[in-house]
């Protein structure tokens, strides 16, 4: 059973930066695909960006490429987001997750086999 945990979600002004960490234990996180989805009051859960068990891989979702970018430590367990030029329409909670072992990528919610608990991420204009 793998316990991840977000944390460094907030309130941030439009064109502001975010770092949000998930922080994994009970299993062996170095082996895993990771993934950071998002979900919007009355909207479904949506892809932000994956990243394959090496760190070799990633992939994200159109709406952020090229302000978002995913990274994990092995060592330190743990799989971080930087969110920069951030919107309003990026508010959202936000969920990290874990794909199968040794996966390139994950890119749908069915692909994910355990969730954190979610951090809120506001966007004011």
């Known amino acids: 059973q793998v316990q991840l945990v977000e944390s460094g979600g907030g309130l941030v002004q439009a064109g502001g930066s975010l770092r949000l960490s998930c922080a994994a234990s009970g299993g062996t996180f170095s082996s895993y695909v990771m993934g950071w989805f998002r979900q919007a009051p009355g909207k479904e859960r949506e892809f932000v960006a994956s990243i394959s068990w090496s760190g070799g891989s990633t992939y994200y979702g159109d709406s952020v490429k090229g302000r978002f970018t995913i990274s994990r430590d092995n060592a330190k367990n743990t799989v971080y987001l930087q969110m920069n030029s951030l919107k309003p329409e990026d508010t959202a909670v936000y969920y990290c997750?874990?794909?199968?072992?040794?996966?390139?990528?994950?890119?749908?919610?069915?692909?994910?086999?355990?969730w954190g608990q979610g951090t809120q991420v506001t966007v004011s204009s």
């Open positions: 997750g874990t794909g199968r072992r040794y996966q390139v990528g994950v890119t749908s919610s069915p692909g994910i086999e355990y």
